[in-house]
């Protein structure tokens, strides 16, 4: 990982800070603290309206009843009861949040109320753990934030903030805040897990364990450990890796220090748009539900680095982060009504990102015809039948392999803040400070497949003259079907620096908030594209017809980044309480989002500069809201307004985007309890439109790419004395596959069951089935219209799976 001054600078602060605390040291009254109690808050009531939010909050020791902003909770109780597959998969619970999770464990697109996801990831929401962003960016290319958390045990519950004050308390998401909160040792005890796919190949185990050391000091630490096939089969092992948590917490009469550290080496399979139906059936020998474009035959690549030198990438690596990171976190109260609170984290992250993606899909004559001329022969280049003639008029799959090594995506993040109360008014002073590395190459070949799901062989192609345009099933040494576009290199750095403010007051039943902030951020470095050169890869001193054309990185002229950006942001919110029972809010808040590595190769000028107008995306948000008990019911409900500049670029189509959108619509979140039944759901209203487009006015008026018009989740359980049964419902509407709303999924509704019981006490047995039904729901898709041959490219919901699990807490 890099070390620059700046860095080695936050680390002095988190040092001096916690020696400072060491020096108030005094002895320990056993008050637990702010994030004891939010821990011990973790299965409130209902909604929670009376739970003290910790995320994006005002003011500290304000509930969701007294604040203006949406935000919402899950507990990992609610968590298990929704068989989540991966941890985006958690996020179809939250209302609001559009999660299309079926990537598999990362790579997940996710939006908020409407706002855009132009070209995948989560642009305008950040996910953090412990109040801190997992990375600066949630729309890095291949980098997305949510390949480097994942969810096992030491997870006490997952908030979210949607809009509102996540404008200024936090950089880069104004669409909101997705936090991870993790145990901190407030209850001794643990638990150990494990569990097993019953239809599928994967075994799990999730351990934690936590409680004093002494009188004024406790800890927690766990994890978890798994491998296997996976949810879908690639013919290998798919699934193998680990996660290690911990910290320890020290208190103070006035407070405490909590030091934490992280190690995640995970390996999960990507799965990239597969070969269907637009309907979403299956094609001949491919089940879109079950299969994957891995194959054992194409597991290892050959290509040029980002120096230019011979290597090897293994496409078993798929999603591969490796995560290292430590912690500090001070809370204090000081003299005269002031509290320090300081947040500090050091992350180095690097690993892979390598995956099949179907670059086109036709019958194998078409393809072949197209790479070597007419009367093209196709064979077999592996397996049984290698060198046997392949089937003129069946389909075949040109493959690129999306190989990006992540070299160095580690940051540096400190956020102070100094709070003061005055009588009814907190105010709130901070400054957050951050750096980011992205550096990465781009890697890419292409090959050819049978069109099959079951360990698809490579095949050859030869001239109808003789001449070979493949090796082994490679085509070529980059992706000329593309243009040779993708063979890059970025080593680039972001540092942001943001001072922020914030107030919040109370006279009688009403309460106000505002808040400010000023992001302030550089970006340098520099970023190369591919360059076209003859080399002997294979080693055999002959150029062959493949080699004759090898990409490989334009180090001799690498292009500068050198620009800055700056952007205001504001949210001002007014709360009032008619009663114990019912509160009405509302909210007006403007938030910025810099860009950072999708605008390189386009909008970076020679001298490195970026337009202002690129830099930075604004969003400005409306919301209204109210938030009632009558009896066992909670309801919160919201109707919102946002408008949303962008500017994107998207690596499978490489398109650029200049737009704005619009969005409106009624967010609505409830709860119910009646006996031993409990309910709980959310339904999201949002009609979303693409208002200008200064690079393709065409779509102007059309409805954004994959927005539903109604989006939704419920949770049902049943509580016996010693078992639990319940389902779970995750549906949407239609949506259009791309802004030229030609292509239209259909809507669905993915039903999941649970059921758990107590063998002995502490003892639990627990089944859980994602998606009962084995139903069919397209999220997304790389065609607008469906081709003349009928075959798209899509992802869809995974078809049924099956878990078995135990658990033993003690």
């Known amino acids: 990982m890099k070390t620059t001054p700046n860095r080695r600078s936050y680390l002095a602060l988190a040092i001096s800070l916690a020696l400072t605390a060491n020096a108030v040291q005094a002895q320990q009254d056993n008050t637990e603290t702010e994030t004891a109690n939010a821990e011990q808050a973790a299965e409130p009531t209902g909604l929670g309206f009376e739970r003290i939010i910790v995320t994006g909050s005002v003011s500290r020791n304000q509930t969701v009843m007294q604040s203006s902003v949406s935000v919402s909770a899950l507990t990992l109780e609610d968590i298990d009861a929704s068989a989540p597959r991966s941890t985006a998969e958690i996020f179809r619970m939250l209302p609001g949040v559009r999660s299309e999770s079926t990537g598999g464990e990362g790579n997940a697109n ?3 109320r409407g706002l855009p996801v132009a070209a995948g990831g989560a642009k305008f929401l950040t996910l953090q753990e412990d109040g801190l962003p997992v990375v600066q960016f949630g729309d890095i290319a291949f980098g997305n934030a949510d390949i480097f958390v994942r969810a096992d045990a030491t997870l006490s519950r997952l908030e979210v903030i949607r809009g509102g004050s996540a404008s200024t308390l936090a950089s880069n998401s104004p669409g909101g805040v997705i936090n991870f909160l993790s145990k901190t040792g407030a209850d001794n005890g643990g638990s150990i897990a494990m569990t097993t796919g019953l239809n599928y190949d994967q075994f799990r185990t999730d351990f934690e364990y936590g409680g004093d050391i002494n009188t004024d000091t406790r800890f927690h630490l766990g ?10 089969d690639p013919g290998y092992q798919g699934e193998r890796g680990y996660q290690l948590k911990a910290n320890i917490t020290k208190e103070f009469d006035t407070g405490y220090v909590r030091l934490y550290a992280k190690h995640l080496n995970d390996r999960v399979a990507s799965y990239m748009p597969m070969p269907m139906r637009a309907d979403g059936s299956s094609v001949a020998g491919y089940d879109s539900q079950q299969d994957t474009l891995q194959s054992v035959y194409l597991t290892e690549t050959v290509r040029l680095n980002g120096a230019n030198q011979i290597s090897r990438g293994d496409i078993r690596n798929g999603m591969n982060p490796e995560v290292n990171s430590f912690g500090v976190e001070a809370v204090f109260d000081l003299d005269d009504n002031w509290t320090l609170d300081n947040r500090f984290r050091i992350s180095s992250v690097s690993g892979n990102f390598i995956t099949p993606f179907p670059a086109e899909v036709d019958n194998s004559q078409s393809i072949a015809d197209s790479i070597a001329g007419p009367g093209a022969v196709v064979r077999y280049a592996v397996g049984p039948q290698a060198g046997e003639r392949y089937d003129a008029s069946a389909n075949a799959m040109r493959i690129h392999t999306f190989d990006v090594e992540i070299n160095d995506f580690g940051s540096m993040v400190n956020d102070l803040k100094l709070s003061r109360s005055i009588g009814e008014v907190d105010v709130t002073l901070g400054y957050y400070i951050a750096d980011q590395s992205i550096d990465m190459s781009w890697l890419w070949n292409s090959y050819f497949m049978a069109l099959k799901g079951d360990n698809a062989e490579l095949l050859d192609v030869t001239a109808a003259n003789g001449t070979a345009f493949s090796e082994k099933g490679l085509l070529a040494y980059g992706v000329p079907f593309w243009g040779n576009c993708c063979q890059r290199n970025y080593n680039t750095d972001y540092s942001i620096k943001a001072p922020y403010a914030s107030a919040s007051w109370g006279f009688g039943d009403w309460s106000f908030e505002a808040s400010v902030r000023r992001d302030m951020g550089d ?18 001193g002959v150029i062959s017809q493949v080699e004759q054309s090898v990409s490989g990185i334009d180090l001799a002229n690498p292009q500068l980044v050198n620009y800055d950006w700056s952007y205001n942001s504001y949210s001002v919110g007014a709360n009032y309480q008619y009663s114990r029972d019912w509160a009405v809010f509302g909210r007006i808040s403007k938030g910025g989002r810099a860009n950072a590595d999708r605008l390189l190769f386009g909008k970076v000028n020679a ?5 202002a107008q690129d830099a930075v995306d604004q969003v400005k948000q ?12 909670n309801l919160f409900a919201t109707v919102f307004f946002a408008e949303t500049d962008e500017q994107n670029f998207e690596a499978t189509t490489q398109q650029f985007f200049d737009r704005v959108y619009e969005a409106k619509g009624v967010e609505l979140e409830s709860s119910y309890r009646i006996g031993d039944f409990d309910f709980r759901g959310s339904v999201t209203w949002t009609d979303a439109e693409i208002s200008q487009d200064a690079l393709n006015p065409g779509v102007v008026g059309n409805t954004p790419r994959r927005q539903a018009d109604f989006i939704y989740n419920l949770l049902a359980r049943y509580t016996m004395d010693n078992a639990q049964v319940g389902i779970t419902l995750v549906g949407t509407t239609g949506a259009y596959a791309q802004d030229n709303n030609d292509l239209k999924f259909d809507a669905y509704t993915q039903l999941n069951a649970f059921a758990n019981y107590e063998l002995a006490q502490n003892l639990t047995l627990s089944v859980n089935v994602n998606n009962l039904f084995d139903t069919v729901g397209i999220t997304e898709a790389e065609q607008g219209s469906v081709p003349a041959n009928g075959i798209i490219t899509a992802r869809t919901i995974n078809g049924r799976t099956a ?8």
Do not use: C, P, W
Not at 223 to 232: P, S, W
Not at 526 to 539: F, I, K, L, P
Not at 803 to 810: A, V
């Open 110 to 112: 996710i939006a908020v």
């Open 622 to 633: 409306y919301e209204f809201g109210s938030k009632s008990r009558h009896g066992n019911l």
């Open 607 to 611: 001298d490195g500069s970026v337009a």
């Open 523 to 540: 970006a340098t470095g520099t970023y190369a594209g591919a360059v076209q050169s003859s080399r002997d890869m294979n080693g055999d």
């Open 803 to 810: 878990s078995l699990g135990i658990r033993y807490q003690f």
């Open 223 to 232: 994890g978890f450990v798994r491998q296997g096939e996976g949810i879908r």
